[in-house]
């Protein structure tokens, strides 16, 4: 295997609007945060953890873990509507500015708390296949919500297929899997993704986690990642 060298970014940008600083609340006496910083260190892959935070409280948390936080996120990278994809460009473009290079950026989100270390490692690892410059954690569709069985509606309630191929006469037999991103990890080649501007780069592929994997945006979110964190035995 190569010898590359790898950073794991950790997005917490502060101003949730679903949960109120939900990238510090805790789960299993562990914030969302520190879960995240743990599970990149464990997996003994990096050569360095960044917390890209625009918030100085949010910092002091990552201190708390070990993790220094040289800069703070710039305004117009931590909006609403700011891209994950421009705060990645900005991490790498300042490391570089500072003499730090990394071969493969690696992004966990705070806010999927069921990541696996062994997760992280076979994103990361496939990302620098040879075949591939990126890859994804993803989960399986359940087939009742599956493209060809989906609808939309006009302005009187009229619905029409999603899909244009789609059929009132499909059985479920006949489908063909399908898959969601779930959160959970994505690893891309820094020179593929500054190519592409994309987590994706030119080549992903995709991991398929059969685990369950939450993706916090509410309270309740909140609550069902902790009955299954309790329920693995990491609550």
Known sequence: MADFTRIAMIPARAGSKGVK????????????????????RESGLFARIFVSTDSPDYAAEAARFGVETPWLRPAGLASDTALVADAIGHTLETFASRGEVFDTLALLEPTSPLRTTAVVRETVLAAEEDEWDAAFTVSRVPVCFHPLKQFELDGQGAASFV????????????????????????????????????????????IIVEDAAVSIDTPQDFALAERLLTTRGDG
């Open 21 to 40: 600083n939900k990238n510090i609340r805790k789960i299993g006496g562990i914030s969302l945060l520190g879960r995240a910083i743990e599970c990149a």
């Open 163 to 206: 899909m244009p191929q789609a059929s009132p006469n499909v059985n479920r037999q006949s489908l063909s899997p399908t898959y969601v991103r779930n959160g959970l990890a994505y690893a891309v080649r820094t020179q593929a993704f500054l190519e592409t501007h994309s987590i994706h780069g030119h080549r992903a592929r995709a």
